[in-house]
């Protein structure tokens, strides 16, 4: 009985019947060759029978698994009617159908870790704009973002618990977010900023993706506060921890706001640095504001909050529907791409 060797293309069903004593294994280049065994005469015969019948076998091996697999995917397949807006709380195939419910619009709450005068927690606009996007994507689906907390924040650092990154880290991971989340079919990112100190920070992020390609649209929704309406507000000085913000902790999470201890701290405007208007200083927050409060936390109720709250969560929903609806910007953007590419070729 002649045994010719040869590498077997990994077939183990063609094998499987061969005694192992018969077998032959060679490595090779650190893969594993099987041995193909050729007998002569009968034995020709019978490997050629016995060939054909592996390669029934095999068929019809890989018929079940294909069809099995189609029954476990019907199985499995019905998505639930009503999924959750968190990311982080979908599974693999629940995220799929989410995109797709979505329209492929995601939110990215943008929070902050920084003191808020005496009374309100680290996280209170990282907690309020949450609070906002989850409320708004589940009255118009939309997928959330995990926490997202890393914007600028260098006028806070002489406080306890801010985490401030460095410029370029915040822009980094900003791109690298909102690509990530595009390589995941979120092809409509809006940007719900819940942080004053990121109200540059965005819309130059924003234009700053115009430089090259990207094959999805970041928006940015600035909006926090209606102008007016609601209850009458009593203080006139309410930007940072002042009656606003405090009412808003008063329904997002009123187990973190500490009233009683508002008004431990001043939250008065100081007026230490006397430019004229149309001069700009990155000193200037800390000149009018150095003990990182501006307002009186304690004239908040619960009231303006769920005023302030309710129209917070309908702006959102306005957004949603409003970017949903916008086929135009993505079409723009691939246009201007194109067009960047020979500028002397653009006619006015
Ligand atoms: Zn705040």
Same mark, same amino acid.
């Given at each position: 009985?002649?045994?010719?060797? $040869?590498?077997?293309?990994?077939? +183990?069903?063609?094998?499987?019947?061969? %005694?192992?004593?018969?077998?032959?294994?060679?490595?090779?280049?650190?893969?594993?060759?099987?041995?193909?065994?050729?007998?002569?005469?009968?034995?020709?015969?019978?490997?050629?029978?016995?060939?054909?019948? =592996?390669?029934?076998?095999?068929?019809?091996?890989?018929?079940?698994?294909?069809?099995? &697999?189609?029954?476990?995917?019907?199985?499995?397949?019905?998505?639930?009617?009503?999924?959750?807006?968190?990311?982080?709380?979908?599974?693999?195939?629940?995220?799929?159908?989410?995109?797709?419910?979505? *329209?492929?619009?995601? +939110?990215? %709450?943008? #929070? /902050? +870790?920084?003191?808020?005068?005496?009374? +309100?927690?680290?996280?209170?606009?990282?907690?309020?704009?949450?609070?906002?996007?989850?409320?708004?994507?589940?009255?118009?689906?939309?997928?959330?973002?995990?926490?997202?907390?890393?914007?600028? @924040?260098?006028?806070?650092?002489?406080? %306890?618990?801010?985490?401030?990154?460095?410029?370029?880290? *915040?822009?980094?991971?900003?791109?690298?977010?909102?690509?990530?989340?595009?390589?995941?079919?979120?092809?409509?990112? /809006? @940007? !719900?900023?819940?942080?004053? #100190?990121?109200?540059?920070?965005?819309?130059?992020?924003?234009?700053?993706?115009?430089?090259? %390609?990207?094959?999805?649209? !970041?928006?940015?929704?600035?909006?926090?506060?209606? =102008? $007016?309406?609601?209850?009458?507000?009593?203080?006139?000085?309410?930007?940072?921890?002042?009656?606003?913000?405090?009412?808003?902790?008063? @329904?997002?999470?009123?187990?973190?706001?500490?009233?009683?201890?508002?008004?431990?701290? =001043?939250?008065?405007?100081?007026?230490?640095?006397?430019?004229?208007?149309?001069?700009?200083?990155? /000193?200037?927050?800390?000149?009018?504001?150095?003990?990182?409060? =501006?307002?009186?936390?304690?004239?908040?109720?619960?009231?303006?909050?769920?005023?302030?709250?309710?129209?917070?969560?309908?702006?959102? !929903?306005?957004?949603?529907?409003?970017?949903?609806?916008?086929? !135009? $910007?993505?079409?723009?953007?691939?246009?201007?791409?194109?067009? &960047?590419?020979?500028?002397?070729?653009?006619?006015?």
């Amino acid at each position: 009985m002649g045994v010719t060797l $040869s590498a077997a293309e990994g077939n +183990l069903a063609r094998t499987a019947w061969v %005694p192992f004593s018969q077998r032959r294994v060679i490595r090779f280049n650190g893969r594993i060759l099987r041995a193909r065994i050729r007998r002569r005469g009968n034995a020709a015969m019978m490997t050629r029978t016995r060939s054909t019948m =592996s390669l029934i076998l095999l068929l019809a091996v890989l018929c079940k698994m294909v069809t099995g &697999s189609h029954q476990a995917r019907a199985q499995t397949a019905a998505p639930p009617a009503k999924l959750s807006v968190h990311w982080e709380e979908l599974t693999a195939a629940d995220f799929r159908e989410g995109i797709h419910r979505s *329209q492929a619009t995601c +939110l990215l %709450p943008f #929070g /902050i +870790l920084e003191k808020h005068g005496p009374h +309100l927690p680290l996280g209170t606009d990282l907690l309020d704009v949450r609070y906002s996007a989850l409320h708004g994507a589940e009255q118009e689906y939309a997928v959330v973002f995990p926490e997202y907390y890393f914007g600028q @924040i260098a006028e806070a650092k002489h406080e %306890p618990g801010t985490v401030a990154y460095s410029r370029e880290m *915040q822009l980094a991971l900003l791109q690298e977010t909102t690509d990530e989340m595009a390589r995941n079919g979120c092809k409509k990112v /809006i @940007i !719900v900023n819940g942080h004053g #100190g990121n109200d540059s920070l965005l819309p130059f992020f924003a234009q700053t993706q115009l430089d090259k %390609p990207h094959d999805y649209v !970041v928006y940015i929704f600035e909006e926090r506060t209606p =102008s $007016s309406g609601g209850p009458a507000k009593k203080t006139k000085i309410d930007m940072h921890a002042g009656e606003s913000e405090t009412s808003n902790m008063m @329904i997002s999470r009123p187990d973190t706001v500490h009233l009683d201890r508002a008004a431990n701290e =001043s939250g008065a405007d100081q007026h230490r640095q006397n430019l004229p208007e149309g001069l700009y200083t990155g /000193i200037w927050w800390y000149a009018r504001f150095p003990n990182h409060y =501006s307002g009186e936390g304690s004239a908040a109720r619960k009231e303006l909050g769920e005023y302030q709250m309710k129209w917070w969560i309908d702006s959102v !929903v306005k957004a949603i529907r409003a970017v949903k609806a916008d086929d !135009v $910007s993505l079409k723009l953007q691939n246009e201007f791409y194109e067009k &960047s590419k020979h500028p002397l070729d653009t006619q006015p």
